[in-house]
Protein backbone atom coordinates (compact mmCIF):
# COMPACT_ATOMS: atom_id res chain seq x y z
CA UNK A 1 0.00 0.00 0.00
CA UNK A 2 1.31 3.24 -1.09
CA UNK A 3 2.29 6.01 1.47
CA UNK A 4 1.05 9.54 1.10
CA UNK A 5 3.52 12.43 0.62
CA UNK A 6 3.46 15.51 2.92
CA UNK A 7 3.33 18.31 1.77
CA UNK A 8 7.03 19.26 2.30
CA UNK A 9 7.99 16.08 -0.02
CA UNK A 10 5.01 16.97 -2.51
CA UNK A 11 6.52 20.64 -2.74
CA UNK A 12 10.00 18.69 -3.22
CA UNK A 13 8.75 16.82 -5.65
CA UNK A 14 7.42 19.61 -7.61
CA UNK A 15 10.49 21.87 -7.54
CA UNK A 16 12.48 18.85 -8.81
CA UNK A 17 10.01 18.17 -11.85
CA UNK A 18 10.42 22.03 -12.89
CA UNK A 19 14.00 21.59 -12.62
CA UNK A 20 14.09 18.69 -15.24
CA UNK A 21 11.71 20.72 -17.57
CA UNK A 22 14.03 23.66 -17.87
CA UNK A 23 17.08 21.52 -18.24
CA UNK A 24 15.57 19.79 -20.89
CA UNK A 25 14.41 22.92 -22.48
CA UNK A 26 17.66 24.42 -22.49
CA UNK A 27 19.44 21.34 -24.00
CA UNK A 28 17.01 21.58 -26.86
CA UNK A 29 17.67 25.09 -27.45
CA UNK A 30 21.97 24.42 -26.90
CA UNK A 31 21.25 21.38 -29.94
CA UNK A 32 18.89 23.30 -32.33
CA UNK A 33 21.40 26.65 -32.02
CA UNK A 34 24.78 24.74 -32.97
CA UNK A 35 23.04 22.61 -35.61
CA UNK A 36 24.17 23.62 -39.56
CA UNK A 37 21.40 23.27 -42.11
CA UNK A 38 21.98 21.33 -45.34
CA UNK A 39 22.67 24.01 -47.71
CA UNK A 40 25.23 25.60 -45.53
CA UNK A 41 28.05 27.20 -47.36
CA UNK A 42 30.86 29.14 -45.75
CA UNK A 43 31.68 32.56 -46.67
CA UNK A 44 33.97 33.51 -44.48
CA UNK A 45 37.36 35.08 -45.75
CA UNK A 46 40.32 32.74 -44.87
CA UNK A 47 42.03 34.30 -41.59
CA UNK A 48 46.05 33.68 -40.33
CA UNK A 49 46.30 31.15 -37.60
CA UNK A 50 46.75 33.86 -35.11
CA UNK A 51 43.30 35.59 -35.61
CA UNK A 52 41.59 32.13 -36.22
CA UNK A 53 42.64 31.47 -32.42
CA UNK A 54 41.84 34.97 -30.81
CA UNK A 55 38.45 33.95 -33.08
CA UNK A 56 38.24 30.19 -31.53
CA UNK A 57 39.02 31.24 -27.61
CA UNK A 58 36.48 34.04 -27.98
CA UNK A 59 33.87 31.41 -29.41
CA UNK A 60 34.94 29.01 -26.75
CA UNK A 61 34.20 31.81 -23.77
CA UNK A 62 30.98 32.51 -25.70
CA UNK A 63 29.96 28.70 -25.51
CA UNK A 64 30.90 28.41 -22.25
CA UNK A 65 28.48 31.54 -20.71
CA UNK A 66 25.85 30.22 -22.78
CA UNK A 67 26.41 26.47 -21.48
CA UNK A 68 25.99 27.78 -18.08
CA UNK A 69 23.19 27.43 -16.51
CA UNK A 70 20.44 29.98 -16.11
CA UNK A 71 18.59 30.46 -12.82
CA UNK A 72 15.78 28.71 -12.27
CA UNK A 73 12.43 30.99 -12.30
CA UNK A 74 10.91 31.80 -9.03
CA UNK A 75 7.74 29.67 -8.29
CA UNK A 76 4.84 32.40 -6.81
CA UNK A 77 3.43 29.57 -5.27
CA UNK A 78 6.16 29.05 -2.44
CA UNK A 79 5.01 32.29 -1.10
CA UNK A 80 7.38 35.39 -0.17
CA UNK A 81 10.60 34.47 1.24
CA UNK A 82 14.36 35.80 1.86
CA UNK A 83 17.40 34.44 0.49
CA UNK A 84 20.34 34.51 2.80
CA UNK A 85 24.16 33.28 2.86
CA UNK A 86 24.38 31.72 5.93
CA UNK A 87 28.54 32.06 5.28
CA UNK A 88 28.67 35.71 5.11
CA UNK A 89 26.19 36.62 7.88
CA UNK A 90 27.57 37.72 11.71
CA UNK A 91 26.45 37.58 14.54
CA UNK A 92 26.15 40.42 16.37
CA UNK A 93 24.64 39.15 19.52
CA UNK A 94 21.70 42.56 19.32
CA UNK A 95 24.48 45.02 18.93
CA UNK A 96 25.57 44.98 22.22
CA UNK A 97 28.12 41.77 22.38
CA UNK A 98 30.13 41.73 19.56
CA UNK A 99 33.48 39.10 19.20
CA UNK A 100 35.25 42.45 18.06
CA UNK A 101 35.40 43.21 21.99
CA UNK A 102 36.83 40.57 23.32
CA UNK A 103 40.26 38.44 23.62
CA UNK A 104 38.97 36.05 20.50
CA UNK A 105 40.16 38.58 17.67
CA UNK A 106 43.44 40.01 19.70
CA UNK A 107 46.61 39.00 18.26
CA UNK A 108 49.01 37.57 20.71
CA UNK A 109 51.14 40.59 20.59
CA UNK A 110 48.30 42.96 21.52
CA UNK A 111 47.65 41.14 24.38
CA UNK A 112 51.23 41.08 25.72
CA UNK A 113 51.16 44.85 24.94
CA UNK A 114 48.19 45.30 27.37
CA UNK A 115 49.79 43.51 30.03
CA UNK A 116 52.81 45.22 29.83
CA UNK A 117 50.67 48.27 30.32
CA UNK A 118 48.89 46.91 32.95
CA UNK A 119 51.88 46.00 34.99
CA UNK A 120 53.40 49.30 34.15
CA UNK A 121 50.48 50.92 35.75
CA UNK A 122 50.56 49.15 39.05
CA UNK A 123 54.67 49.57 39.34
CA UNK A 124 54.05 53.63 38.68
CA UNK A 125 51.38 52.90 41.61
CA UNK A 126 48.35 54.18 38.92
CA UNK A 127 46.32 51.20 40.64
CA UNK A 128 44.35 51.75 43.56
CA UNK A 129 45.85 51.40 47.14
CA UNK A 130 45.93 47.49 48.53
CA UNK A 131 47.51 48.50 51.74
CA UNK A 132 46.54 52.14 52.74
CA UNK A 133 49.20 52.15 55.40
CA UNK A 134 52.23 51.99 52.97
CA UNK A 135 50.54 53.69 50.15
CA UNK A 136 51.28 57.75 49.61
CA UNK A 137 48.75 60.24 50.94
CA UNK A 138 48.21 63.72 49.80
CA UNK A 139 49.96 66.71 51.16
CA UNK A 140 47.43 68.10 52.77
CA UNK A 141 44.12 66.33 53.32
CA UNK A 142 45.62 62.76 53.13
CA UNK A 143 43.41 61.30 50.80
CA UNK A 144 44.51 57.98 48.71
CA UNK A 145 43.52 59.37 45.43
CA UNK A 146 46.42 60.76 44.14
CA UNK A 147 46.91 62.87 40.88
CA UNK A 148 49.23 60.33 39.56
CA UNK A 149 50.43 62.41 36.54
CA UNK A 150 51.90 65.16 38.49
CA UNK A 151 53.05 62.55 41.12
CA UNK A 152 55.01 60.94 38.50
CA UNK A 153 55.97 64.38 36.62
CA UNK A 154 56.69 66.61 39.45
CA UNK A 155 57.05 64.01 42.34
CA UNK A 156 54.35 65.94 43.97
CA UNK A 157 52.02 64.21 46.43
CA UNK A 158 48.46 66.13 45.67
CA UNK A 159 44.82 65.40 45.04
CA UNK A 160 43.26 66.47 42.53
CA UNK A 161 40.78 68.41 44.56
CA UNK A 162 43.40 69.97 46.64
CA UNK A 163 44.70 70.83 43.36
CA UNK A 164 41.96 73.00 42.08
CA UNK A 165 41.48 74.28 45.68
CA UNK A 166 44.84 75.83 45.67
CA UNK A 167 45.76 77.31 42.43
CA UNK A 168 48.64 79.76 43.75
CA UNK A 169 50.70 76.46 44.36
CA UNK A 170 49.86 73.72 42.22
CA UNK A 171 48.58 75.66 38.96
CA UNK A 172 50.57 75.28 35.79
CA UNK A 173 52.64 77.83 34.18
CA UNK A 174 53.92 77.59 30.15
CA UNK A 175 57.49 78.41 29.38
CA UNK A 176 56.58 82.00 28.33
CA UNK A 177 55.21 83.04 31.49
CA UNK A 178 58.25 81.78 33.52
CA UNK A 179 61.02 83.61 31.40
CA UNK A 180 58.91 87.08 31.49
CA UNK A 181 57.23 87.00 35.26
CA UNK A 182 59.70 85.03 37.14
CA UNK A 183 63.11 85.94 34.54
CA UNK A 184 64.22 82.38 34.43
CA UNK A 185 66.71 81.57 31.78
CA UNK A 186 66.30 79.04 29.15
CA UNK A 187 69.05 76.95 30.51
CA UNK A 188 67.20 76.86 33.31
CA UNK A 189 63.92 76.11 32.18
CA UNK A 190 65.46 72.99 30.09
CA UNK A 191 66.84 71.43 32.79
CA UNK A 192 64.72 68.59 34.27
CA UNK A 193 66.63 68.21 37.31
CA UNK A 194 66.14 71.94 38.32
CA UNK A 195 62.44 71.95 37.33
CA UNK A 196 60.70 69.50 35.90
CA UNK A 197 58.01 69.54 33.29
CA UNK A 198 55.30 68.81 31.79
CA UNK A 199 54.59 67.96 27.94
CA UNK A 200 50.76 68.83 26.60
CA UNK A 201 50.46 68.92 23.01
CA UNK A 202 50.10 72.65 21.75
CA UNK A 203 46.91 73.90 21.85
CA UNK A 204 47.37 76.27 18.87
CA UNK A 205 48.26 74.05 15.84
CA UNK A 206 49.09 70.63 16.02
CA UNK A 207 52.17 71.16 13.85
CA UNK A 208 54.07 73.36 16.39
CA UNK A 209 56.02 72.64 19.38
CA UNK A 210 54.52 70.82 22.33
CA UNK A 211 54.39 73.08 25.67
CA UNK A 212 56.30 72.54 28.38
CA UNK A 213 54.57 73.28 31.41
CA UNK A 214 55.71 73.96 35.19
CA UNK A 215 54.70 73.75 38.74
CA UNK A 216 53.59 76.98 39.83
CA UNK A 217 55.24 76.10 43.54
CA UNK A 218 58.29 74.72 41.96
CA UNK A 219 59.09 78.39 39.99
CA UNK A 220 58.65 80.37 42.88
CA UNK A 221 61.19 78.31 45.13
CA UNK A 222 63.78 77.95 42.14
CA UNK A 223 62.87 82.54 41.45
CA UNK A 224 63.30 82.83 45.10
CA UNK A 225 66.52 81.26 45.45
CA UNK A 226 68.11 82.98 42.48
CA UNK A 227 66.81 86.70 43.24
CA UNK A 228 66.32 86.61 46.90
CA UNK A 229 62.71 86.45 47.59
CA UNK A 230 60.00 88.24 45.94
CA UNK A 231 61.20 91.80 46.61
CA UNK A 232 64.91 91.15 44.79
CA UNK A 233 62.63 89.36 41.86
CA UNK A 234 60.24 92.77 42.00
CA UNK A 235 63.58 95.18 42.01
CA UNK A 236 65.07 93.37 39.23
CA UNK A 237 61.90 93.38 37.25
CA UNK A 238 62.29 97.01 37.64
CA UNK A 239 65.47 97.28 36.35
CA UNK A 240 64.45 95.90 33.25
CA UNK A 241 61.71 97.63 32.57
CA UNK A 242 64.01 100.83 33.07
CA UNK A 243 66.28 99.19 30.30
CA UNK A 244 63.47 98.94 28.33
CA UNK A 245 62.62 102.39 28.37
CA UNK A 246 66.16 103.72 27.98
CA UNK A 247 66.51 101.47 25.43
CA UNK A 248 63.12 102.63 23.73
CA UNK A 249 63.94 106.41 23.82
CA UNK A 250 66.99 106.15 22.63
CA UNK A 251 66.10 104.39 19.69
CA UNK A 252 63.15 107.26 19.39
CA UNK A 253 65.75 109.80 19.07
CA UNK A 254 68.12 107.87 16.93
CA UNK A 255 65.62 107.41 14.55
CA UNK A 256 64.38 111.96 15.03
CA UNK A 257 68.08 112.57 14.84
CA UNK A 258 68.55 109.87 10.87
CA UNK A 259 65.07 111.73 9.88
CA UNK A 260 66.61 115.51 10.47
CA UNK A 261 69.81 114.26 8.95
CA UNK A 262 67.83 113.41 5.78
CA UNK A 263 65.49 115.96 5.73
CA UNK A 264 68.43 118.82 6.57
CA UNK A 265 70.68 117.24 3.13
CA UNK A 266 67.88 116.98 0.57
CA UNK A 267 67.78 119.22 -2.77
CA UNK A 268 65.32 121.45 -1.67
CA UNK A 269 67.29 122.40 1.90
CA UNK A 270 70.78 122.52 -0.24
CA UNK A 271 69.31 125.39 -2.56
CA UNK A 272 67.85 126.75 0.27
CA UNK A 273 71.03 127.25 1.91
CA UNK A 274 72.77 128.08 -1.30
CA UNK A 275 70.66 131.71 -1.63
CA UNK A 276 72.34 134.16 0.82
CA UNK A 277 72.95 137.52 0.92
CA UNK A 278 76.72 138.23 0.43
CA UNK A 279 78.66 140.60 2.68
CA UNK A 280 81.03 142.43 1.00
CA UNK A 281 84.44 143.75 2.96
CA UNK A 282 86.37 146.29 0.72
CA UNK A 283 89.90 145.69 -0.21
CA UNK A 284 92.36 148.84 -1.21
CA UNK A 285 94.10 147.87 -4.19
CA UNK A 286 97.26 150.17 -5.72
CA UNK A 287 95.25 151.36 -8.25
CA UNK A 288 92.94 154.16 -6.02
CA UNK A 289 90.08 154.20 -8.83
CA UNK A 290 89.61 150.01 -8.14
CA UNK A 291 88.85 148.73 -5.10
CA UNK A 292 88.92 144.89 -4.66
CA UNK A 293 85.49 143.91 -2.68
CA UNK A 294 85.42 139.53 -1.29
CA UNK A 295 82.76 138.08 0.44
CA UNK A 296 83.01 137.46 3.83
CA UNK A 297 80.86 133.87 4.21
CA UNK A 298 81.34 132.54 1.28
CA UNK A 299 84.77 134.03 -0.41
CA UNK A 300 83.31 135.46 -3.77
CA UNK A 301 85.29 138.39 -4.94
CA UNK A 302 84.98 141.40 -7.42
CA UNK A 303 86.56 144.49 -8.80
CA UNK A 304 84.55 147.92 -8.59
CA UNK A 305 85.44 151.01 -10.40
CA UNK A 306 85.60 154.35 -8.51
CA UNK A 307 83.70 156.99 -10.51
Same mark, same amino acid.
Given at each position: ????????????????????????????????????? /?? #?????????????? /??? %????????????????????????? #???????? =?????? #????????????? /????????????????????????????? *?? $? !??????? =??????????? *??????????????????? !??????????????????? =???????????????????????????????? %??????????????????? &???? #????? &?????????? /????????? =??????? $???????????? *??? *? %?????????
Amino acid at each position: MATELTPAQQRQAHLARLKAKNKLKQDAQAIKATRKP /AN #FVNTTPHQPSSSRN /AAS %GVQAAAKDLKDTPAPLPRDSRLGKY #FEYDLSKL =HNSKGG #FLTEEDGDARQTM /AAIQREKARERARIAAGEEPAINPETSPR *CA $I !CGSLELD =HEFLRVFGVRI *CKKDKKDHPEQYSLLTKTE !CREDYLLTESELRDPALLP =HLLKPNPHASNYSNMMLYLRIQVEEVAWKKWG %GPEGLDEEWEKREDVKRER &KVKK #FEDGL &KALRRKTKHN /AYQVRQDAE =HQHEYED $IPTDNPEIIHRT *CIE *C %GHSLEVEVM
